[in-house]
């Protein structure tokens, strides 16, 4: 596997870039991110309700699957990480750097979220921490006011992160009354082109659909091919049936080109087993090689 | 009693840390947060008029009770605290940083309000003072046009009191024209969740209501849970009944799972005596374990 | 007299603050400023036209005055210091760091003006000019839009002021649609309240008038309690007649509890000698305990 | 002649602001500004079509003017300067900060223009090129949503310029929906008075005028002295007829008490070497004393 | 060929500013531009569909092209550069500093791009990467809302490009609503002049039109003229037929005085083979002076 190296991570820390992009990728370079982000991003929706397993109501129960799965990075925000980092020593973290919440409707006011620390910080953190931190995450709303203002910090926080050896992921959507369709395959390619401009390692982007609802493969094949040498993680989106969840992540992979998933309430709203469980299967098709009858064997 | 010392607190000031936590909860890792930054959040409303002790009128009488009654900390603005701490040296404080006035209503303008000072400057202020600060609080309204900037805020805010062994405790209300009902226990436990994933030491939020009014237990326990490992802190409110009071925060605490309460208008709004038995009984619920009826001794 | 030193002079600083205040108050704790901020507040209006003397025209004129008469201090804009002040080093300054002009209403645009300068400025520029520059000056509206940009540079540069042993003189003005009486106690004593907890020295504030416009005496109480141990410093207001105005200054002194006056037209909108005769008035009143009998001799 | 050195001159750039202050007037005290900064502020109006000589359809020919006149200083915008001044390094410049163009009418949207460049990279730049640059020059607006920041910025240019010896000439312009009449003599006097608090050298203004169009004497005598020791210069405006131009000229001087004159169009918009006889005839008047009759000559 | 220094690149970066100059020009003075931007400006509309190579749909072929083909420079944004260039290290780059997407049309919100990077950090990439970085680009866009602080920032980064012997091209737009025809001679004139004023060393810049669509000569020249000493480069626009579109480039370079095009969609939209000979051809008339007649051998 010959993996690409930005021209921005300086000489002394291509050996730490490397080593970051192989560990969380299991040396397959795709990427299996378990995201831990939506108690800012969804308020307690996620966590709390009619079918959502018990375990989720208290947010130790992300530390628990990030610590007994199998898992690429768990991204989540700093400030939660620095509660229960003591305990949980072993998780590869991904730093999520900005997040905003849901109150305000998406129509009702152009969406922003500027980044609460720096790459510095973050870089400081793990030093004197210890911790296992491999990279930050950034989200960008393209198409609002703001736009500017988070293509820049986007721009910076991915060179930063290089600088230091460290991944930078960007959850990339395109937002505001003049995005009709966010599942459209030629909008989300637009966005995969940003995200490569803006030298993301990985972009989480929305999943193109056909008319029904269903995988566009060959959409996919535009966006991933628009997104250059980026890799284009696809949402995980809400919970569903695994069997389904897991084919659908296969031919992402192995017929659209995508580099890995980004999956958060579709393993945390499960109790621990179950949820430990389907990140094996997620982290085993997307990292380890497996077919999906092999990963169903996971679930047990 | 095992405290919880955030992974973002250097080697070197845990000891600091875990001190000023434990003096601020006398060992409980429970807060009894004596609030007196109204002069600003409510001019002159909340010190002068009908119901109100002669002896609230001049802001001295905050530093009288807070200096004679048992508290947890005394939380306030930096430029009072300046003008009165050389002659009360005995008081734990806790440095309010940002306040707005009441002058705009929530629904014509979103709320917005800056930190006055940075951590710096209050770690500074201490040590050339000589004061002892245990910590700096901070308000952060969600759900506004300047979410974005009191979120990155808090985060620094949280990241660089720890940095220097400091408590943070964080006000979170849910505002604007999209929030329903302040007391509903799913909005509050969504800011809980938010306060969590900000790192705070502490959050200060609205009780849950059920729809008399009166305290939602089960609504609290989500909230509570929903917070992880930082602490709720219950807002006092208006001026009621003490033994009313002492109630709820007996069935706050003990059944609900929060861990202190925030109250500044039903202590001082009383004269100097009454308020600091008042303040005394509170402390005794909170941080010395004392039933109800012991604590309401204490009122005499 | 005993002189209330915030806890944010520090030790080094201590004997410069009190020197300053000792100096600037005549040993009295009280303050005569001397108002000459009105060239950019009210453009040329308070300068030129009826009823207005000759001299006036020359802003010069207000120099002479402040070099002639006994005053605290003479509060105006760096800029124009800067101009005459080789000429004038016998006048005691405080540098009025902002200022805004009239060109818009209050109601078409809320009020905003930041400081022109910091309070390192003044430092340096004290230093390097040997001048006696006592404090500096600053004006925050509250109510408005930037509400929280004024709070928060309000509470920089009185602390800066402290730390390098000045005085630190707000002026607090409650303004914008929802404020409908700006001579209403309650709302002044709110503005007050909110000088206090913005560590202010003194707060230059507007009087409190009963229904027939005059001074409310237990208004101005209510207004002087609230501002804890901040002077209160009552507007001085456009030109009336001299010994109603000195009648009025001592009884807001006497009986109302504040600790001087901030007048400027009252003073300069006459010839230079008949302002520098009022000015020793006031001055006689405020800061040398005088009747107003003594105080009228002074005009002769 | 006694020149006014500004108090916040430091001991050590005396002799350097007095120098470029002398140079600048010829001793005089008096500023023969030539103003080239319109190929920003009016785009190409101003430098091609009819009644506009070829000449000036390309920027040099404001640097051959400038270089073959006799002028005080030569105000223009510091790129344009770097193209031109290798070749071009007799000119006494004036570096113009900031700059817009008059794409958008002044009542769609309220005026703004920030400061390109810091006096200290004008500073810096002066040294490393060794070019003659004896000052610096900045818009002010009043009146609109951005008067706070073009206050803030004015005033510290003007002081930065003055620590390091150069002479700092302010435009100021009350623009928006409450101003009614721009040749206002009232109005005039006020930005004159708002040039004076901001401590600048000199300040372009606008000229009074009577009902008729004409030169307004007594109001420009107004303005003169609302500005104290700042020098007013008085705006040339579009091209006229040279005779009625010097005339007014020296009314403005002798009878106004103006200190100079800020001319572009009316200089550039002739061929090169009328241009450089009339640029010589309005020094003549404004720094070599001569009567209009003496100043005419120059014109042949 | 004598070529214009800038008076603002410092005497030790004369010799780097001279090479960057005399090799991206090919010592013509003019300058070939491959425009590589269009992902981020126009999404993936110009890389996927009816018309465009296949090639087109992987970024990696623009940097095929700009490797393969003799061009000036290849601009493009920084992020997309440090994903390939270890890999084509042969190119002469132009950092393409700012950036923003085409989601929100120009008549519902004035267009606003924030540089992402700093000239340093440019200059530090290339010293750390090796790459042959020979300038930096930045879009203006003129008449709206932030015209302000992009006149500020382009304004610093030609002058910090020049400091470090780096070339500066500038886009410049005038847009917004009072902007009626973005291919009016006079309009782009104005444009030029401010890139002069700005000293953009090459402005990219809309092509004068008359009635018909057709190139406007005698309005090129104008534009030229306007220009001064930086060079105008034409936009290359829309895929249109190969000699149209090299006749046309001949008669802006030797009638109208451009000095180079700005070529992207045009070249890139061809497969690799295509791509290349057209990028020769343009180069060859561009900067080695040839005939159209030579150029289009080049195409076979």
């Known amino acids: 596997m010959k993996f690409n190296i930005p021209a921005d991570v300086p000489a002394k820390k291509v050996a730490t870039y490397k080593k970051n992009l192989k560990e969380a990728t299991n040396n397959s370079n795709r990427l299996m991110l ?34 007994q ?10 400030g939660l990480i620095s509660r229960y980092a003591r305990d949980y020593k072993n998780i590869p973290y991904l730093v999520k750097l900005n997040s905003k919440t849901n109150l305000v409707p998406y129509d009702a006011q152009d969406p922003y979220s500027e980044a609460w620390f720096s790459v510095d910080d973050v870089v ?15 989200t960008v709303y393209l198409g609002g006011k703001y736009e500017h203002s988070m293509l820049k910090e986007a721009a910076q926080i991915v060179h930063q992160a290089h600088k230091n050896g460290l991944l930078a ?35 989480k982007l929305k999943v193109p659909f056909d ?18 040498r980026s890799g284009v993680l696809c949402e995980g989106g809400a919970k569903v049936d695994e069997k389904a969840f897991l084919e659908e992540l296969y031919a ?3 017929k659209g080109g995508s580099r890995g998933n980004g999956t958060g309430r579709n393993i945390h709203q499960r109790d621990l087993k179950e949820a430990v469980n389907l990140a094996n299967a997620i982290y085993a098709i997307t990292c380890e090689n497996a077919t999906v009858k092999e990963a169903l064997k996971l679930l047990k």
Do not use: M
């Open 252 to 254: 992402q992979i192995h």
């Open 69 to 78: 799965a199998k898992i690429g990075v768990f991204a989540t925000q700093f």
């Open 211 to 228: 008319k029904n609802g269903n995988l566009d493969v060959k959409g996919l094949q535009e966006v991933t091919l628009a997104a250059g």
């Open 124 to 138: 400081d953190f793990a030093k004197e921490s210890g911790l296992d931190i491999k990279g930050v995450g950034y």
């Open 34 to 67: 378990f995201a831990g982000d939506q108690k800012v991003e969804h308020l307690n929706n996620d966590f709390y309700g009619k079918g959502i397993a018990k375990d989720d109501s208290n947010p130790e129960h992300l530390f628990k699957i990030a610590s």
């Open 169 to 203: 992921v960007l959850w990339i959507y395109p937002k505001g009354r003049f995005v009709k369709n966010e599942h459209d395959r030629h909008l989300i390619a637009g966005a995969a082109g940003v995200g490569a401009c803006l030298g993301a390692d990985f972009i």
